[in-house]
């Protein structure tokens, strides 16, 4: 049981290029969730979904794009990134039941020069 | 809009010693808390919820509604109690929103010999 996947592991951008964050899961779990980890900030929330094809923002969406066309798959996309997206990145996913925690996975950490 | 406060960002203590990491929200119903730990080079991961009012690695936390603080706390630290400790708060009963997390900006916990 693999839980959550995210590739790639690890990434280095120049400002300007693009890139997609990918992230599996294989609990079922209906919610999945973008968040970043920056150091002295926590982990914060870019985007989440709460089904395949929805998708809604969190409290730092800009510079971000997401999809969910399969139930199981979360993919995070920035369109032309800059160096304030040098972060880690972390997906994780939760049932819909009220008082399960996340199931995170092992993070992407970009650099963006 | 829910918050939550770790005032501490490092927190070092002897082995064998007393741990209490310090917890406060606010949110003007009624929360879900909970604790994650990030061990080094690690993904995080679930380590308590208030709800289930559980002992985990002898970490305990109880919520204190009148002070709305959760501080999680362990009578005698353990070299491998090291790690970074998130405290995550979620509106409780509510799912349609996708049982989104808001967490403080964690505490690194160093136990040293």
């Known amino acids: 049981n693999a839980g959550v996947t995210q590739t790639p592991k690890f990434r280095v951008l120049k400002t300007g290029q693009s890139m997609t964050l990918l992230c599996a899961q294989d609990m079922n779990h209906e919610y999945m969730y973008w968040y970043r980890q920056d150091p002295g900030m926590g982990l914060r929330l870019i985007h989440y979904s709460v089904g395949e094809g929805t998708t809604a923002k969190g409290e730092v969406p800009d510079g971000y794009n997401v999809s969910r066309l399969k139930k199981q798959n979360f993919l995070l996309g920035l369109e032309s990134a800059a160096p304030s997206q040098t972060s880690v990145y972390f997906c994780?996913?939760?049932?819909?039941?009220?008082?399960?925690?996340?199931?995170f996975g092992s993070g992407t950490r970009l650099t963006v020069v | 809009a829910q918050r939550v406060t770790q005032p501490e960002k490092l927190l070092s203590v002897f082995k064998g010693a007393p741990v209490e990491l310090k917890c406060n929200y606010s949110y003007s119903g009624s929360p879900e808390l909970f604790w994650y730990v990030q061990y080094s080079r690690q993904r995080l991961q679930l380590l308590l919820r208030h709800i289930s009012r559980e002992s985990i690695k002898g970490f305990t936390a109880d919520l204190n509604k009148g002070e709305t603080s959760f501080h999680l706390k362990k009578p005698f630290a353990q070299e491998e109690d090291s790690a970074m400790y998130y405290c995550a708060l979620k509106p409780l009963g509510l799912t349609g929103g996708g049982n989104k997390l808001t967490f403080g900006t964690g505490t690194q916990l160093k136990v040293e010999l």
């Open positions: 994780a996913s939760s049932s819909y039941r009220a008082n399960y925690g996340y199931t």
